[in-house]
Structures are given as structure tokens and as C-alpha cells.
């Protein structure tokens, strides 16, 4: 059983389109994230949601919009691509702060988009 | 803000040496945390090692040990009697309080290479 599943795991679409990524945790946790990472192989934090709330919105732009329908998915849609959104997005979820899981993020294993 | 240094883009060891991995953060949280994933050729983030900014004792997982030095900010990764599957990109990476919860900051990574 996977624990963090992202699907579709390649994407490969033209610049203007609109594209979804989704993500699903059988962990049970409260919180989850996305993450992404350059050509550099540079991670940064995008969004974070516990509990199906935005709590974390790291100067994203509004192209990106993050949607959780339950705490258990995160989906990740974005508006009009440009060619700089061409990366590997990856979702990552961890349990509530102040429990003992709470320092350690699992990540799904990545969803790589090519903007042309 | 957080930050993460890994200085050493490239590493090379030979199989069954032991090699050091170098991390230095910045923070001027009191408490946090320390990570350490490893993200092989196939992508996908893997969780190796954690440790908290008051733990009394270095962390273990099996061949990987966190070599913490507190006062010089560093948290280097020693992997020991290395194997050709250690071959991967190395991140290390610090939690930072944000709204009470968890985020990563990453290093860029050091991409590790093991010869037979």
C-alpha cells in the first residue's frame, strides 16, 4: 500500500493550459503539503493544509490553487501554465505538531510536469 | 528564516568506506529540527535520520549517523561502510515553526556517488 500517492506521475502539456496534480495519504495524517523542485533539484514549500485549512501559502502564485476536499487529499490545479512552471511536484503529509510523528514528512513519489 | 548549506555538490566513496556528509544551518529558533532524505534516481524523497535541537545524544538509523555540533550549527550525515545503492542526491533540511507547524527548509544537495 502506497502511503503517499500523487498521480499523474509524468504530465507533459502546452504553455495556457490548465492541469491538475492529485494527492492522497493512507497515513492518517492531519497535515500535508506540496513541495517543488527545480532543475537545480532545489526544494521549496508551496502550500501546507492541516486539516483541509491553508495554513501555509509561501508567496505562490494565484495561478496555483490548492484544493482539499478532505484530510486526506491534497490537489494541486494550475491556471495558464508558463514555461517556468516546469518542474517535480511532490506531496508530502505528517501528523499533527506535538505528536510523536510530527517531525517527519512523507513524500508521494513526485509528479513531474514539462511545460512546452 | 531558516537556511540550509551543503557545500559539497558532488561526493565520491568507494564501497564499504564510510563518507561524511556536510550540513550547516542557520536559525534563530530555540527548538528544532534537523533531517536528512535521500532521493535515489527514481525520485522519490526517503526519510533517513532525525534530530531535535535538545536531543542529548547524536541520532542512529543502522549505517547513518548525525554527526550534531550545536555550537557550529552543523549537522553532518556519516554514512557508514557504504553500498552502491547509497548512490543518490542527499538533502539535508530543517523544520521551521511556521503558524505552529511543520515545514521543511532544504538544502541544494550532495549527490553522492559509490564505486565498487
Known amino acids: 500500500d502506497t502511503a503517499v500517492s500523487q498521480t499523474p506521475k509524468y504530465l507533459v502539456t502546452q504553455m495556457g493550459n490548465d492541469k491538475s496534480i492529485k494527492c492522497e495519504q493512507n497515513?492518517?495524517?492531519?497535515?500535508m503539503y506540496w513541495y517543488k523542485q527545480d532543475s537545480k533539484k532545489f526544494l521549496k514549500i508551496m502550500f501546507s493544509?492541516?486539516?483541509?485549512?491553508?495554513?501555509i501559502n509561501e508567496t505562490v502564485p494565484n495561478r496555483f490553487s490548492p484544493k482539499s476536499p478532505d484530510k486526506a487529499h491534497l490537489n494541486l490545479h494550475i491556471n495558464s501554465l508558463e514555461l517556468g512552471d516546469s518542474a517535480v511536484y511532490f506531496c508530502?503529509?505528517?501528523?499533527?505538531?506535538?505528536?510523536?510523528?510530527?517531525?517527519?514528512?512523507?513524500f508521494g513519489a513526485g509528479s513531474r510536469l514539462t511545460v512546452l | 528564516a531558516q537556511k540550509i548549506t551543503q557545500t559539497q555538490p558532488g561526493m565520491f566513496v568507494q564501497e564499504k568506506e564510510a563518507v561524511t556528509l556536510d550540513c550547516t544551518y542557520d536559525t534563530s529558533d530555540p527548538s528544532y529540527g534537523l533531517f536528512w532524505y535521500k532521493q535515489p534516481s527514481s525520485g522519490e524523497m526517503i526519510f533517513l535520520i532525525y534530530q531535535g535541537s535538545y536531543d542529548q545524544q547524536n541520532a542512529t538509523e543502522g549505517r547513518y549517523s548525525l554527526n550534531f555540533q550545536k555550537a557550529r550549527k552543523s549537522a553532518n550525515l556519516v554514512i557508514s561502510a557504504s553500498q552502491l545503492g547509497d548512490s543518490a542526491m542527499y538533502f539535508c533540511a530543517m523544520r521551521g515553526q511556521n503558524s505552529g507547524y511543520s515545514t521543511l527548509t532544504f538544502g541544494k544537495g550532495t549527490m553522492l556517488l559509490v564505486s565498487p
Open positions: 508530502a503529509s505528517s501528523q499533527d505538531p506535538g505528536t510523536p510523528g510530527a517531525n517527519v514528512l512523507t
Open positions: 493544509y492541516n486539516n483541509k485549512e491553508l495554513i
Open positions: 497515513l492518517g495524517h492531519d497535515t
